[in-house]
């Protein structure tokens, strides 16, 4: 069942200004003094039930699960050391996300920003590679000429979008579902003479930097009127792409073999049945459960009666969801997730919320301490023009961010127990702790990253400059992504097992879904609390 909005949940603008007007009584527990009254100051306290759920998404209520191994490791990789973590409460897309959604993204981009010279590159750099479906032995021009674009597979899950660009698609889709929030609240009014940086941005609108068609302002207490705050629980938290251990927990759906507070059994597919691909249900028996390759040139089976019933990706409701409502976690596509790839990560990560790729930014601010907006120029992860591989990191519209750094007093490094440094990628697998060399100093500047991962070219140990240095496919830049495909075998069907990409490249049998944070309570409206 597809997830909508649910309004009754949303903390809505005129209730609000009836809140103000009907509890001004209200007092603190802790000081005595009154909520939403302008005599005592004005603190306003505003309803809020819970956190809504956002469009296409599912919540999924966390808990503890063994993560990683639960098949035989055929490849010998020795990457999925089974262990127990707890996953907080999240939401995920119900779906892949289809080719239909990545267009209306490309659409947007095409209308705010490729109108100007200057800026179309934004469009183009978000543009899929649909040269991904070429084989040198192969006739797959159709798909290179129609799979993104023809009605035909609107419903199909996009395909040849890499790591960045699915990155990138998780930011414009928390801007345009809070754009639309604040219109539906009656706060803003469409705009659509939006172009390069006048265009909404979460967080940018928070700072106070993006002004839109004003429709209706929230009232304050002395009469005047404010924006939405974070403090009013209106706007919805980013959508990003799910960690890799959300990720596993969803796939799974161990909730449907929960029986008085316990797992009855564990699951090699996201369905029980150790070693079945098939539909045991009477009315279904036979019947595949998902979209993968059955055997050596068997994609579909034969005519008159194809098993799975696609040659290659197939709609994204197609086949059965598994206990928490999702659909293909075990095949269609194989899916990006957010983490950096280390094949020993599952003996480092915390038991609590596992992820490795941490880099902590911070807002940029100017001279008078207000936040930097990007507005009239494209931002880039290396200012040498000539590097054709470099990354685009802020377009105009979005707040400029910055890695936190010793070097900076106001980010108080030197006092922090947690972390010390920005990019944590490294940290206890890559890092100068982890290397051959621990015991003495660690090496400052853009070698401070090179312990295991990078190596020089030249034999001498010598301190070389950073560009002499190769790096194996294990690097800062490969990414993990989970599940099986159209393309692979079923041992690629078990959520336990992972693979790596560089976050620059793509595949025809690679997609991607998004997912969100849960903020509260772990359980949703309508579950016993306890």
Known sequence: MKTVINTAKAALLFGSIAFLASCGTETSPITGWNYNDASNGGFEVLPYAEQETGPGLVLIEGGTFTMGRVEQDVNYDWNTIPKRVTISSFY?????????????YLHWLNRIYAADEIFYEIYKRA???TLVWRSRLAYNEPYVDYYLRHPAYRDYPV?????????DFCVWRTDRVNEYILIREGILDWDLGQAVANNFNTDAYLAGKYEGVVKQLIPRPDGTERKVRMEDGILLPRYHLPTEAEWEFAAYGLIGNMIEGRILERRVYPWNGEHSVRNPNDKFVG???ANFVITGGDYMGIAGN?????????PVYSYWPNDYGLYNMASNVSEWVMDVYRPLTYMDMDDFRPFRGNVFKTAMKDEDGGILIDTDSLLYDDPDTSNQNRNLISRPGLVRQRDVTIAEKEDHLDERRNYKYADNINYRDGDHQSSLNFSGDPPEGPEKNLAMYQYP??????????EDYQMSLVNDKAHVYKGGSWKDRAYWMVPGTRRF???????PWLGFRCA????????GLGTKKR
């Open 287 to 289: 019947d595949f459960m």
């Open 457 to 466: 070219v030249a034999k001498e140990k010598k301190t070389i400059p950073q």
């Open 516 to 523: 969100m944070v849960r903020v509260g309570s772990p359980q």
């Open 159 to 167: 395909v040849g979008v890499n790591w960045i660009q699915a990155s």
């Open 92 to 104: 995920i897309d119900e779906t892949e996300i289809r080719n239909l959604d990545y267009l209306e």
């Open 127 to 129: 543009l899929p590679d």
């Open 501 to 507: 990409l560089d976050h620059r490249q793509a595949a």
């Open 306 to 314: 194809l098993n799975d019933a696609a040659d290659i990706t197939a």
